[in-house]
């Protein structure tokens, strides 16, 4: 693979570091090349279109740009949230001469249109396409529920390829793992997004009916690609009765899955790093880890 143009985000260099690790750990086992982008900023996710609309285009196009200008022509962005503003102002941008004219003197940077913004879902794909399915060879026993919230199912022209209401995305990547995906009915419902702090009650609601379908549907984890679900499904289930103790469900990133999956150790994949346990889910391989994984 080609370098790919990697944009972090605040969430990868925070709250959702697993992410990141287990991105960058299943990368150099594909041999693909990250490249961050030189002095990123934050996307304006999920804020920023509460306080301006300028504001909130002006954020993700002085990324691109700064991508553009570097010669990237594809751009990585795994945080859901962060492949919204992106791909959806690069849609924007292109749509309006008026609002891209605009953006230029705001941000003091043309943006030409030329990057493709990928999704985790998609950079995940074509990794399998390209000769990742191979080196899973630690298959996982795992029942699972693929979760796609809001951000990866919806959006005209920015999520391409995918039914609004019955994405599947996932679905290749988890049974290349191993993993048996379990149908059920929440799979692109809200999990409450950025009002984790601000409507904490709402979140914890809304998070604990996506957790109980999993869990009604037989799934033993539920799989994302969105730090935002992940942080509101993980943290959030302490305030569940009904999800204390051992009755918790591992919330585990995709990227984190392959990893297991290839028989890379746990901990350098972050699932030590959980709120709920997901340490255990490593008990589910059907072989031992490879030798140099530690």
């Known amino acids: 693979m080609k370098v790919i143009g990697y944009y972090p985000g605040c969430s990868l260099h925070g709250g959702g570091r697993e992410l990141d690790m287990s991105l960058r750990a299943v990368?150099?086992?594909?041999?693909?090349?990250?490249?961050?982008?030189?002095?990123?900023?934050?996307?304006g996710a999920t804020a920023a279109h509460n306080l301006s609309h300028d504001l909130a285009v002006a954020l993700p196009c002085r990324n691109l740009a700064l991508a553009e200008e570097q010669g990237l022509s594809e751009l990585l962005a795994p945080c859901a949230a962060c492949f919204s503003r992106l791909k959806g102002t690069?849609?924007?941008?292109?749509?309006?001469?008026?609002?891209?004219?605009?953006?230029?003197?705001?941000?003091?940077?043309?943006?030409?249109g030329t990057v493709r913004v990928l999704n985790l879902n998609e950079f995940v794909a074509r990794l399998l396409a390209e000769g990742l399915g191979a080196k899973l060879t630690s298959p996982l026993a795992l029942k699972v529920a693929a979760y796609y919230g809001c951000l990866l199912s919806r959006g005209?022209?920015?999520v391409e390829g995918?039914?609004?209401?019955?994405?599947?995305?996932?679905?290749?990547?988890l049974q290349a793992a191993g993993c048996r995906v379990v149908d059920w009915n929440l799979a692109t419902e809200c999990c409450g997004g950025g009002f984790s702090m601000s409507l904490t009650a709402a979140v914890t609601s809304l998070s604990g009916a996506i957790l109980r379908d999993a869990r009604s549907a037989g799934a033993q984890a539920i799989v994302t690609a969105c730090p935002m679900c992940h942080s509101n499904l993980d943290m959030r289930?302490?305030?569940?009765?009904?999800?204390?103790?051992?009755?918790?469900?591992?919330?585990l990133y995709l990227t984190e899955v392959l990893g297991l999956a290839a028989g890379l150790e746990p901990k350098a994949l972050g699932l030590n790093l959980h709120f709920t346990d997901a340490m255990s889910v490593a008990s589910a391989r059907q072989v031992q880890p490879v030798e140099g994984s530690r």
């Open 156 to 158: 005209e022209d920015i």
């Open 27 to 43: 990368c150099r086992l594909a041999g693909a090349e990250l490249r961050e982008v030189d002095d990123w900023s934050c996307c």
């Open 237 to 251: 289930q302490k305030g569940m009765g009904d999800f204390d103790g051992a009755s918790r469900m591992p919330v």
């Open 90 to 112: 690069h849609v924007r941008l292109a749509r309006s001469a008026e609002l891209a004219g605009r953006m230029r003197e705001i941000t003091g940077h043309g943006y030409r």
């Open 162 to 173: 995918q039914d609004a209401e019955n994405p599947n995305g996932m679905e290749a990547a």
